[in-house]
């Protein structure tokens, strides 16, 4: 059963932190890379961290430095810090395996979680 479930969104000033979780099923995760995306309203989902499972973290240029990625392999789980959150950040954050969404006709998402940041 292919299963993600994102929580931890809600709504933050803009400088303040938030902790995204996403408990994945182990067909996804297992020997997975895992990463976070957002999605902003009008826009393009974008992959914004990506975490192998060995734990080696990439992270794109609009949130390096602000957030960690890690994951905890006996619980299925991958995690999200955001600290220093901007305005620009405001957007539904999902879950999934890179190596996956790459495949054609592969379509499993989870509900995503909200986040907003005011400014």
């Known amino acids: 059963q292919v299963q993600l479930v994102e929580s931890g969104g809600g709504l933050v000033q803009a400088g303040g932190s938030l902790r995204l979780s996403c408990e994945a099923s182990g067909s996804i995760f297992n020997r997975n890379s895992m990463g976070w995306y957002r999605q902003a309203p009008g826009k393009q989902r974008e992959l914004v961290a990506t975490i192998s499972s060995g734990g080696t973290t990439n992270y794109g240029d609009s949130v390096k430095g602000r957030f960690t990625i890690s994951r905890d392999n006996a619980k299925n789980t991958v995690y999200l810090q955001m600290n220093s959150l901007k305005p620009e950040d405001t957007a539904v954050y999902y879950c999934?395996?890179?190596?996956?969404?790459?495949?054609?006709?592969?379509?499993?998402w989870g509900q995503g979680t909200q986040v907003t940041v005011s400014s």
């Open positions: 999934n395996a890179p190596a996956l969404v790459r495949l054609s006709g592969y379509d499993y």
